[in-house]
């Protein structure tokens, strides 16, 4: 009886579940999950495709247009020695003048003075040349020695009276009345040069330069008077 007793102790303890070995890892935790950052990034990424798919389509959406290159005065038409072409992202919301239509806008003229480095849009030009409120338009022959060597369009002058030697002439009597003469001597102090006569010309060959000057209304008819007697110098002053 005893033996039995102890036999079934011994069978009791044997039972008892078995203590891990010291070379076993212990399972390691769980990881957090953070389902905010998944979604940014994946924003993120698709932020970024976006981005890139625009840019590409922005760049083949492009049209080649007129890029003024030398400035171009009031009631002038466009020569092909005025403009390049430059390619820009089409804008239905802009007027471009493009390329292939440069033909057809140099029938018409610009309604201002377009600065060098300015695109070309359809609402710089009119068919018909319009002059600025209170100017006018007077064309000059002037022999030379009459006129600046450098003289070009856009360029501001004063014109002056000479007597037929070549002098500068004082006499507000001699044709051209007393409203015709500015306090400074000169005929006219400020006018704009809108047109010279092409380098090609005939008369250039001679010493002889065709222009046409923009002027105030009031200063029109003595200009006019003066040139028409061949009694016209041109001088550049400041604001060139």
Do not use: C
Not at 8 to 31: I, K
Not at 106 to 115: D, H, L, P, R
Not at 131 to 160: F, R, T
Not at 208 to 232: G, H, I, M, P
């Amino acid at each position: 009886m005893k033996i039995q007793e102890r036999t079934g102790a011994g069978a009791g303890r044997s039972a008892s579940p078995a203590q891990p070995s010291v070379g076993d890892r212990l399972p390691a935790p769980p990881r957090e999950r953070k389902p905010a950052l998944a979604a940014l990034a994946v924003l993120l990424i698709l932020v970024g495709a976006l981005g890139a798919t625009m840019l590409v389509l922005q760049a083949g959406d492009r049209v080649e247009v007129v890029k003024v290159k030398s400035d171009v005065q009031a009631g002038e038409s466009l020569k092909d020695t005025d403009v390049t072409s430059v390619m820009v992202a089409k804008d239905e919301s802009i007027h471009y003048v493009e390329w292939s239509q440069l033909k057809t806008i140099q029938t018409y003229k610009a309604k201002s003075t377009i600065y060098a480095g300015t695109l070309a849009v359809g609402e710089m030009f009119a068919k018909k040349a319009s002059l600025p409120a209170g100017k006018a338009s007077v064309g000059l022959a002037l022999k030379e020695g009459q006129y600046p060597s450098d003289i070009k369009s856009g360029d501001v002058v004063a014109a002056y009276r000479v007597s037929t030697s070549g002098t500068p002439s004082n006499n507000t009597d001699d044709n051209t009345g007393s409203s015709g003469t500015s306090s400074s001597g000169a005929i006219v102090d400020n006018a704009r040069v809108n047109n010279v006569a092409e380098d090609d010309d005939a008369t250039v060959s001679t010493g002889n330069l065709s222009l046409t000057v923009l002027v105030d209304e009031a200063d029109a008819a003595a200009l006019a008077s003066a040139a028409a007697a061949n009694q016209v110098a041109i001088v550049h002053v400041p604001g060139n």
